[in-house]
């Protein structure tokens, strides 16, 4: 009987916290009936209420028979100052931890709520964003095919930041091709090149230098994949594949660096879209 009577006072100071000190400090808790209509209304409201799965699946715990044993076996000395105080440490402990729990979750240092808060925080920009460098040859400008690369850039949801159309130099692309100056279709390379106006870019994003590698296919547009753009505007040449892009970050900050040499050229901004694009 003062087991039950123990274990109810438990509960009750857990979900009603403030009913919990009258009843003891008056000693109704010894009158009070697991079978009475008052402990029944408390037992109904508490276990029908919102209480979360958590809280339902500790109290079960301490329902067990052995912990309820463990709890309620002691000497008849000490029985009635445990019958008393123990629900109040519990129900202290309880407490602290709930505002300990509280106090890290309003702080957003509670790990169980890490990803909760992440899919709803969005900041100014995704962590770890690159850049790269992309030009359309020209080759691709000739067959207007402008449009369409910066549309599945800005559709992947990468951020253009600066733009060129220009007619470079044979002596600015053998600097941008220097690393190629050894093989012998390099002066046919340059030679292209410089037969028309390109289009030179810079777009920022996450993992942008490794997904443009895959947006573009492969350097033989013969091998490159339907759903690439060598692969899906008809480049079969080598020297005619339609787009460069960065192989690296590194790469990327040099070719950045060489055409567009001011900084004034680099534009930074935050699309409004990035809140759809990007979580933290």
């Not at 109040?88 to 990803?115: P, Q, W």
Request: hydrophobic letters at 40%.
């Amino acid at each position: 009987m003062h087991s039950k009577k123990w274990m109810l006072g438990m509960e009750m100071y857990i979900l009603c916290p403030w009913i919990l000190p009258t009843i003891f400090v008056r000693g109704t808790v010894r009158d009070a009936s697991p079978t009475s209509p008052f402990t029944r209304s408390i037992r109904k409201m508490a276990f029908r209420s919102k209480v979360s799965p958590f809280v339902r699946s500790s109290l079960s715990v301490f329902r067990s028979p052995i912990v309820r044993r463990t709890l309620t076996s002691q000497s008849k000395e000490s029985a009635s100052y445990f019958r008393f105080a123990g629900p109040f440490v519990i129900g202290a402990t309880a407490a602290g931890a709930g505002l300990f729990a509280a106090s890290r979750l309003y702080n957003n240092n509670f790990t169980f709520f890490e990803n909760v808060h992440a899919a709803t925080k969005v900041e100014n920009k995704p962590d770890k964003t690159e850049r790269t460098f992309i030009m359309v040859k020209p080759d691709g400008v000739q067959r207007g095919l402008i449009g369409d690369i910066i549309k599945r850039f800005e559709q992947k949801g990468f951020k253009l930041v600066a733009m060129k159309f220009m007619q470079a130099s044979e002596e600015h692309l053998r600097q941008h091709y220097a690393d190629l100056s050894n093989l012998p279709f390099f002066p046919g390379l340059v030679k292209h090149m410089a037969s028309g106006p390109v289009v030179a870019m810079v777009w920022e994003g996450l993992g942008v230098v490794k997904t443009g590698r895959v947006m573009l296919g492969e350097t033989d547009p013969a091998k490159s994949k339907p759903g690439t753009i060598r692969g899906d505007y008809f480049s079969f040449l080598l020297c005619r594949n339609i787009i460069h892009g960065s192989d690296s970050v590194e790469s990327a900050e040099k070719e950045i660096a060489l055409w567009f040499s001011k900084k004034e050229e680099l534009v930074d901004w935050t699309p409004a879209a990035y809140k759809y694009v990007y979580e933290k």
